[in-house]
């Protein structure tokens, strides 16, 4: 069955960086991309951006441009996600979700989600 | 890019029908049949209901429905069930491969 298992949680402090993990199995990693999507406290669901997992290319959500990194490592099919000069509005729970495409190359559906790794951010 | 507008809360009685909509724009909602909704539990990963507007992923029941009507998309419940009571968002392709969240609905059930 396809599992999504992510990292534990972190806290970090203001300025800081965080890494987020989320390892895949039971389906064939790079046939699939990778989206990550954030939740703040008692906030709704917000977008990151998506890696593919077949070539490494990446979108990211404008906002974060120039703060986030989207990695894969098709060895331990593994995906991460980079967060560079936290602030506490950084606060939330990170998600990775297979991401699914339409036979037009049109993405469609979030299908699988990982459990979600806790990001504090806090001095 | 706005969220998505989706009514703050819901409710209905066991049994009963309701209807959530997910209001977006002709960059998002309007120009691609590309709506899917999740359900969110506390404390729980969302769950995908339904994806292209109105297909069900397998496994999911028939009590869950979605259509779409210019730039509104709406998910029906059906047969209201006491598990059904959680937060649920709608999402949209809204081009170059990017996508928007809607604020999100908690649905309660009475």
């Known amino acids: 069955q396809v599992q999504l298992v992510q990292s534990g949680a972190e806290v970090k402090k203001p300025g800081a960086s965080v890494k987020v993990s989320c390892t895949a199995s039971?389906?064939?990693?790079?046939?699939?991309?990778i989206s990550w999507v954030r939740q703040a406290p008692g906030q709704g669901l917000e977008w990151m951006g998506w890696i593919s997992a077949y070539n490494g290319n990446t979108n990211y959500a404008q906002k974060l441009q120039g703060r986030v990194t989207m990695t894969t490592d098709t060895s331990t099919s593994t995906a991460y996600m980079e967060l560079r000069s936290l602030t506490s509005d950084d606060t939330a729970v990170y998600y990775c979700?297979?991401?699914?495409?339409?036979?037009?190359?049109?993405?469609?559906?979030?299908?699988?989600w990982g459990q979600g790794t806790l990001l504090t951010v806090s001095s | 890019q706005s969220a998505l507008t989706q009514p703050a809360s819901v409710s209905g009685s066991p049994g009963q029908s309701i209807t959530i909509s997910c209001t977006g724009s002709?960059?998002?909602?309007?120009?691609?049949?590309?709506v899917s909704w999740y359900q969110q539990h506390p404390g729980r990963a969302p769950k995908l209901l339904i994806y292209e507007v109105n297909k069900r992923p397998s496994g999911v029941s028939n009590r869950f429905s979605g259509s779409k009507s210019g730039d509104t998309a709406s998910l029906t419940i059906s047969g209201l069930q006491a598990e059904d009571e959680a937060d649920y968002y709608c999402c949209s392709y809204a081009g170059s491969s990017t996508r928007i969240f809607g604020g999100g609905t908690k649905v309660t059930v009475l």
């Open positions: 039971g389906y064939t990693f790079i046939s699939h991309d």
């Open positions: 002709s960059s998002d909602v309007g120009s691609y049949d590309l």
């Open positions: 979700a297979r991401d699914r495409e339409n036979s037009y190359g049109r993405k469609t559906q979030f299908d699988y």
